[in-house]
């Protein structure tokens, strides 16, 4: 049984928005330069659910080679992983606290993910010399893309997973070093035939399919649209104090900025784009709501109002 479903929902919550903000980045890169691939399929925020058991991929890959999971963590400020690969991070300058390792996370959705496929064998795989092909020798990568600005401390990483962990804007060409061919002559990884990717694609879609009402089918070479939606809104806060209160608009010869009421130093509201990363933005006024426009990827950002 397969589960999709838009997880961009609206949220007060400070860590949730920020993950959604990551997983959007991701996707915009992903978008980017795949969406008119014909051997390379992406499905952002998919849901899967077998045998009693639930998985939430942030994004899945699909390739004739296998599959690749990509896990997108919002980490901001620094990040260390001890000998015994336990994962910590700060914040802000804070002290270090334990988080869930993103490795072990994706390691249990590539398991999922492996018996929900086995299961579904007989009608998506082919038989080879009158044997039912399976699913466990494919090929299964893992990718856990980072903020863009984390400090990643890689000391105790252990070497299997150190080219494993890369930040967003490295997205891409991991994902183009994982699917291009590893022979000399021909790739010996066993690949999907055009009728199996089909079947694979159509399964992943078909409740996708249903909720839209619609019958149409997924051939290989037709990339599923990833649709970008623009982060709720961008945090304001001081970048000399932090401060998130007492916050004063002005505009001036460079454009809008604030005036910190708490260390009365100033703040560009010219800033990357949280969704592309890209630095040709610009801050706009429209009567008391201010937004930040990309010309890069032509998303436009709502800032969070002023408070008292």
Not at 85 to 105: A, D, H, L, T, V
């Amino acid at each position: 049984m397969i589960i999709t479903e838009a997880k961009y929902r609206q949220s007060k919550n400070k860590r949730i928005l920020a993950g959604q903000k990551q997983e959007q980045q991701v996707s915009f890169y992903l978008n980017r330069e795949f969406k008119n691939s014909s051997d390379l399929f992406i499905f952002n925020d998919l849901r899967l659910s077998h045998d009693n058991e639930n998985a939430q991929i942030d994004h899945l890959v699909i390739h004739k080679y296998g599959f690749i999971i990509i896990e997108s963590k919002s980490i901001y400020g620094e990040v260390k992983i001890n000998q015994a690969g336990e994962w910590q991070r700060n914040y802000k300058g804070g002290r270090f606290e334990g988080m869930p390792s993103p490795i072990k996370q994706v390691e249990l959705q590539h398991q999922l993910l492996k018996q929900l496929l086995n299961s579904k064998s007989v009608t998506l795989l082919g038989k080879i010399l009158g044997l039912q092909s399976r699913f466990g020798g494919r090929d299964y990568q893992t990718v856990i893309a980072t903020s863009n600005n984390t400090v990643l401390h890689r000391k105790y990483l252990k070497k299997e997973y150190n080219e494993v962990v890369v930040r967003a804007e490295s997205v891409v060409e991991k994902v183009k070093n994982i699917i291009k061919p590893k022979g000399f002559l021909f790739d010996e990884r066993p690949s999907f035939n055009k009728d199996e990717l089909n079947n694979i694609l159509n399964f992943f879609t078909s409740d996708i399919d249903k909720q839209q009402s619609s019958s149409n089918r997924v051939e290989p070479s037709e990339a599923p649209v990833l649709v970008e939606k623009s982060p709720e809104t961008i945090n304001l806060y001081c970048d000399h104090c932090n401060s998130e209160i007492q916050l004063i608009p002005k505009s001036g010869r460079y454009g809008y900025y604030i005036r910190c009421g708490n260390c009365e130093k100033n703040t560009a509201l010219k800033r990357p784009c949280p969704v592309c990363s890209s630095k040709k933005t610009k801050a706009s006024k429209n009567k008391d709501q201010y937004h930040l426009n990309c010309t890069e990827c032509e998303v436009k950002t709502p800032f969070e109002p002023f408070q008292d």
